[in-house]
């Protein structure tokens, strides 16, 4: 994970007691983080401003949007310090629920490695916040070159044995220095950070002239996230820290000197069963219904391309 330009490779980490994905439950460790002392204030991640008018309150924190730029951010949000702790002791984003999605996100990813592919010709990649390296797999047997950076021991135990390259620790990190990368990719990780535009400027950095930076990021201007307000999945205030929309994600990348050629809504591939789990967000009855008259066991097996149009993929050049 990420710490000086913010949490970056932290996302895929944590194990232990994750509540399914796309509910609102969260452990109790992780409501207990939320004291006063473990808080702090913060000015808008895209443009510095401290001006801003409260949106929601969900799991004890306030989701604001910045009067300047739009961006909608939480504030007071939790320290990094204390981000840390909770990634690092499982409580948040664990490494489990990316095993279990692991043949799925592994088809997801080879979509996005194709579009990579269609604008880089180099062959060095850097994946930040690797997780337990379903990303760097597919990428390896496709004859990249391949490093992740990751800041959860337990996901970078698993990329080791799967044969993989993966540095266990914070963005930027020691053992990177001096290397550069024809491509730098952020799978739902830019959302995590506590200082994105900062990690952006550090990955521009470490690519190599015309070299090229995917990320893939919840859209807080798409039609389900205006439509299911403070229901909406992707809110999850303690690790989701900063809401882009196309405007504020292409105006970040261009401060910090990206040219963007791709920027779109994705999809990816998952079970029935993660599908109805996510439904209980917006509809429990329907949940419920759907549930039981479907067997359990053959709704993990099925898989459907779903794409409700509130994730961005964005592939952009090094200006
Ligand atoms: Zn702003």
Sequence with gaps: MVQGSGLAAQKHNQT???????TDAEPASVLRAIRPENLEQ?????CASGKYHKRFRKQDLDIVRCQDCRAVYVN???????????????SISNT???LRTLQLDALGFAKRLELIEKHCHGRNLLDIGCGPGT?????????????????NSSSVASCHA????????????????????????????????????????????????????????????????????????????????????RRTLRRTLNE????????????????????????????????????????????EKVALPINPGDEMAVLARKR
């Design 76 to 90: 007071p949000r939790l320290s990094l310090d204390t981000l840390c702790k909770l990634y690092n002791g499982q």
């Design 16 to 22: 232990a007691a994750r509540p399914a994905a796309g």
């Design 162 to 245: 799967a044969g993989l390259t993966a540095i266990c620790g914070t963005f930027p990190h020691p053992e990177l220095t001096g290397k550069r990368f024809d491509a730098i990719v952020l799978n739902d990780v830019i959302e995590h950070l506590t200082e994105p535009r900062q990690a952006l400027e550090t990955v521009r950095e470490m690519l190599a002239p015309k070299g090229v930076l995917f990320m893939s990021t919840p859209d807080v201007g798409s039609m389900v996230s205006r439509f299911s307000g403070v229901r909406w999945l992707h809110l999850k205030p303690i690790e989701h820290l900063t809401y882009f929309d």
């Design 135 to 151: 990303f760097l797999k597919v990428a390896a047997e496709r004859n990249w070159n391949t490093i992740g950076i990751e800041v």
């Design 96 to 98: 489990q629920y990316y």
């Design 256 to 299: 910090t000197g990206f040219e963007i050629e791709f920027l779109r809504s994705m999809g990816r591939p998952r079970s029935l069963a993660l599908i109805l789990d996510r439904l209980k967000t917006y509809s429990p009855l329907l949940s419920k219904m759907c549930l039981s008259v479907i067997n359990e066991r053959w709704a």
């Design 42 to 46: 913060v000015t808008c991640p895209v």
